[in-house]
């Protein structure tokens, strides 16, 4: 309305109504002081308004209900329906699978048949000599206590629109319009964190050690320091070789690797246990000579002495306990010695005659972690019907310090 104050058509009064409505301070019957379309005043005038449409009355009973238009409610739609398909096909990241462990690296060699013995569970094996044995030949560095490994993922999803209405014109020259924006956004972490801890034990110990020496001093049919391993893996009736006392008195020491065949005898000699030393071997010949189904002959001195000359005199006392030989009998005998000891053994000597002229000594030391049973039914007895399998390192005479005991 301009300032002469010209008459104001239905349409134009029930725009300024509404618009007062919102902007202005309203009367019983109109507004006073609104300002005009051209920023001036109205003062002084009433304006008659009619009352407002049906189409308006709800806006006028309820001035602050707010009406979404529907393209607004179909754009929030679309947006919910987007996250809901966003969050469906979130899944956890899967955690890294541990590291696999450290392999022993394979030798340049071709493994022979006897390595695979090292894949099963020893019977019997010396924890303290084969660490001590790994320390000497390896020289291994500082080992690692325990690594820490942590991984960590960051899904993030967003989603947003944006929307307008642009209201119809209710005055000459004045449009109303709206708009916002919708956005969404979520971020979630997940990981993993784990402490690996590296597997040290003596039975890896002892196939480290193996395949160092396959690696390093492995040459079946060399003389010398070439080929330190003394293989006795044929069949049961091959003739065993030893190494001569120079090859055994060289280094690094010689491994043994001895398949011992069933019908072989482990004659007890001697046990340490905490009550002290005590010699099987009196009690057993003993026992031997007293069968009924013996030989009945009495068991020859053994000579005190190391010579060469006393050589025969030795096989001699060794081959009696072949031809008297009871299984049987060695296992009662050294199981009653035990049961007086009442204790277990720290370690126990035998003596293996394996064929004319060679007899190897074993010397097997458990530090009391083994039951008699490993020392007597398992070995004297199975060994003799089954035999065993052994690992160790050799010494003079020959001897073995027998590493770890597989059983067949």
């Given at each position: 309305?301009?300032?002469?104050?010209?008459?104001?058509?239905?349409?134009?009064?029930?725009?300024?109504?509404?618009?007062?409505?919102l902007?202005?301070?309203?009367?019983?019957?109109?507004?006073?002081?609104?300002?005009?379309?051209?920023?001036?005043?109205l003062?002084?005038?009433?304006?008659?308004?009619?009352?407002?449409?049906?189409?308006?009355?709800?806006?006028?009973?309820?001035?602050?209900?707010?009406?979404?238009?529907?393209?607004?409610?179909?754009?929030?739609?679309?947006?919910?329906?987007?996250?809901?398909?966003?969050?469906?096909?979130?899944?956890a990241?899967?955690?890294?699978p541990?590291?696999?462990?450290?392999?022993?690296?394979?030798?340049?060699?071709?493994?022979?048949t006897?390595?695979?013995?090292?894949h099963?569970?020893?019977?019997?094996?010396?924890?303290?000599?084969?660490?001590?044995?790994?320390?000497?030949?390896?020289?291994?560095?500082?080992?690692?206590?325990?690594v820490?490994?942590a991984?960590?993922?960051?899904l993030?999803?967003a989603?947003?629109?944006?929307?307008?209405?642009k209201?119809?014109?209710?005055?000459?020259?004045?449009?109303?319009?709206?708009?916002?924006?919708?956005?969404?956004?979520?971020?979630v972490?997940?990981?993993?964190?784990?402490?690996?801890?590296?597997?040290h034990?003596?039975?890896?110990?002892?196939?480290?050690?193996?395949?160092?020496?396959l690696?390093?001093?492995?040459?079946?049919?060399?003389?010398?320091?070439?080929?330190?391993i003394?293989?006795?893996?044929?069949?049961a009736?091959?003739?065993?070789?030893?190494?001569?006392?120079?090859?055994?008195?060289?280094?690094?020491?010689?491994?043994?690797?001895?398949?011992?065949?069933p019908?072989?005898?482990?004659?007890?000699?001697?046990?340490?246990?905490?009550?002290?030393?005590?010699a099987?071997?009196?009690?057993?010949v003993?026992?031997?000579?007293?069968?009924?189904?013996?030989p009945?002959?009495?068991?020859?001195?053994?000579?005190?002495?190391?010579?060469?000359?006393?050589?025969?005199?030795?096989?001699?006392?060794?081959?009696?306990?072949?031809?008297?030989?009871?299984?049987?009998?060695?296992?009662?005998?050294?199981?009653?010695?035990?049961?007086?000891?009442?204790?277990?053994p720290?370690?126990?000597?035998?003596?293996?005659?394996?064929?004319?002229?060679?007899t190897?000594?074993?010397?097997?030391?458990?530090?009391?972690?083994?039951?008699?049973?490993?020392?007597?039914y398992?070995?004297?007895?199975?060994?003799?019907?089954?035999?065993?399998?052994?690992?160790?390192?050799?010494?003079?005479?020959?001897?073995?310090?027998v590493?770890?005991?597989?059983?067949?």
């Open positions: 309305m301009g300032a002469g104050g010209g008459p104001l058509d239905h349409v134009g009064v029930r725009g300024v109504c509404g618009t007062v409505k902007l202005g301070t309203m009367t019983a019957t109109g507004a006073q002081g609104v300002a005009g379309l051209d920023g001036g005043e003062p002084g005038q009433e304006l008659a308004c009619e009352p407002p449409s049906n189409a308006n009355s709800d806006l006028l009973r309820s001035p602050r209900m707010i009406r979404v238009p529907a393209p607004v409610l179909f754009t929030l739609l679309l947006v919910l329906v987007f996250l809901v398909v966003q969050l469906s096909q979130r899944r990241p899967e955690a890294a541990p590291p696999a462990a450290d392999e022993e690296p394979e030798p340049n060699v071709q493994l022979p006897w390595f695979y013995w090292l099963d569970a020893p019977m019997f094996i010396d924890n303290s000599l084969v660490s001590a044995f790994y320390d000497a030949v390896l020289r291994p560095g500082p080992r690692t206590v325990s820490q490994q991984d960590e993922r960051t993030t999803s989603a947003k629109t944006t929307y307008g209405v209201a119809a014109q209710v005055l000459p020259g004045l449009e109303l319009s709206f708009g916002g924006e919708v956005s969404d956004s979520e971020s972490k997940s990981g993993t964190a784990r402490t690996l801890a590296p597997i034990n003596p039975p890896r110990e002892l196939t480290s050690l193996v395949i160092h020496y690696d390093k001093y492995y040459e079946p049919g060399a003389d010398g320091d070439a080929h330190r003394w293989e006795q893996v044929g069949p009736d091959e003739t065993w070789s030893a190494p001569e006392r120079e090859r055994i008195a060289s280094r690094p020491r010689m491994l043994a690797v001895l398949d011992f065949p019908g072989t005898m482990f004659v007890p000699m001697a046990v340490e246990t905490e009550k002290g030393v005590t099987v071997y009196e009690d057993l003993t026992k031997l000579r007293e069968r009924d189904d013996g009945g002959t009495e068991c020859p001195p053994y000579p005190d002495s190391y010579l060469e000359e006393d050589a025969d005199k030795r096989n001699a006392y060794w081959q009696w306990f072949v031809e008297s030989w009871s299984a049987n009998a060695a296992l009662d005998v050294f199981e009653c010695v035990l049961k007086r000891a009442g204790t277990r720290r370690w126990v000597n035998y003596r293996v005659p394996v064929q004319d002229g060679l190897l000594h074993l010397n097997i030391v458990g530090h009391g972690d083994y039951d008699v049973g490993i020392y007597a398992n070995l004297i007895k199975r060994g003799w019907k089954h035999g065993v399998r052994m690992i160790g390192t050799v010494r003079a005479e020959p001897g073995i310090n590493l770890a005991i597989f059983d067949k």
